[in-house]
């Protein structure tokens, strides 16, 4: 089992950016596709960006398409999420998760298909 830590919420003004980092323990990180989600409140869990092992393929949800950039340091076990141009309809909390079983190292946008998650941080935009 790989365990994440995430930090780098807070709170921030729309118009304004802020970094996410996920650190992974525990497990072969450059082998598994990671992944950040987010969960506002009343709604579920939505797809946000996901990363292949070896950074060779990036997805994103089309609401955060050009203002939302992940990547990853191999060798810090390390996944980033930095996030430009914030909006108020931003505002979550952010998980980020690995794929650790199965077609671990294909990049997936469906929630079902990431085994470990973090416990997520904050992240509020004011408008």
């Known amino acids: 089992q790989v365990q994440l830590v995430e930090s780098g919420g807070g709170l921030v003004q729309a118009g304004g950016s802020l970094r996410l980092s996920c650190a992974a323990s525990?497990?072969?990180?450059?082998?598994?596709?990671m992944g950040w989600f987010r969960q506002a409140p009343g709604k579920e869990r939505e797809f946000v960006a996901a990363i292949s092992g070896r950074s060779a393929s990036r997805y994103y949800a089309e609401s955060v398409k050009g203002r939302f950039t992940i990547s990853r340091d191999n060798a810090k076990n390390t996944v980033y999420l930095q996030m430009n141009s914030l909006k108020p309809e931003d505002t979550a909390v952010y998980y980020c998760?690995?794929?650790?079983?199965?077609?671990?190292?294909?990049?997936?946008?469906?929630?079902?298909?990431?085994?470990?998650w973090g416990q997520g941080t904050q992240v509020t935009v004011s408008s």
């Open positions: 998760a690995a794929r650790t079983k199965g077609q671990a190292m294909a990049v997936s946008r469906s929630k079902y298909d990431y085994d470990d």
């Open positions: 525990g497990g072969t990180f450059s082998r598994y596709a």
